[in-house]
């Protein structure tokens, strides 16, 4: 069983609807961290987080310690947030990374 | 500042040959990271070091793979003799401040291998 795991693997949705992409981890960890890659291949940082929920524009991102869970939320989704999210779980030795959620927004 | 920037950004060569791939960190950032991503794995840390010094290597895969980090701002990561299997994304990544925890890791864009 992966360290991390994300669900779903993929994800299609239109424009304007909803987002959620979870995150759940088995390993202790000191901060989890949300990146996108976008289709050219770049990776960026979108949140770090130990406890409680951040928020950064269209997109949220909640962790709940107790039950290693933690969720990606995007509100009014845009076809420009086509990309893959990966979370990451910071433990103490290295972080540790999700395989990866494909999201597809169509206009 | 530029950013993490690697090179070459693409490189296809034969087995058997030897590949080095090249990361310069963002100035004033003491960690550097390097990471494969594969479609089967994902991402995974190869090896990090702290001030030029390597820290963890327990991610590389065998003794084909080596890393060095001669100076603040260089660092190289080298396969010799490379296989198919190895292809895949190299990334390189450096912070400020430690390894893991609460601190913000910034990528560069990457090398794709090819090793035909």
């Known amino acids: 069983k992966n360290e991390v795991e994300q669900s779903p693997q993929n994800l299609t949705a239109q424009e304007g609807e909803f987002i959620t992409i979870n995150c759940s981890y088995s390993v202790g960890i000191s901060a989890l961290h949300w990146l996108q890659q976008h289709p050219g291949g770049g990776i960026v940082s979108l949140f770090m987080?130990?406890?409680g929920k951040k928020k950064h524009g269209r997109l949220i991102a909640t962790i709940n310690i107790q039950e290693k869970h933690s969720s990606l939320h995007i509100t009014a989704s845009h076809p420009r947030d086509s990309a893959v999210y990966i979370c990451?779980?910071?433990?103490?030795?290295?972080?540790?990374f999700g395989k990866g959620t494909k999201l597809t927004v169509n206009p | 500042d530029a950013g993490v920037i690697q090179s070459p950004r693409h490189e296809v060569t034969e087995m058997g040959q030897e590949v080095t791939l090249r990361c310069k960190p963002i100035s004033g950032h003491d960690y550097l990271f390097w990471y494969r991503q594969t479609m089967m794995r994902g991402l995974e840390l190869l090896i990090y070091?702290?001030?030029?010094?390597?820290?963890?290597d327990s991610g590389m895969p065998e003794d084909r793979f080596s890393a060095k980090m001669p100076n603040a701002s260089f660092s190289t990561l080298k396969i010799q003799p490379s296989e198919p299997r190895d292809s895949a994304v190299y990334f390189c990544a450096s912070s400020r401040f430690g390894a893991t925890s609460y601190n913000e890791q910034f990528f560069g864009p990457g090398t794709r291998l090819t090793v035909l």
């Open positions: 070091f702290n001030n030029n010094v390597p820290i963890d």
């Open positions: 987080l130990s406890s």
């Open positions: 990451a779980v910071g433990t103490p030795q290295k972080l540790v």
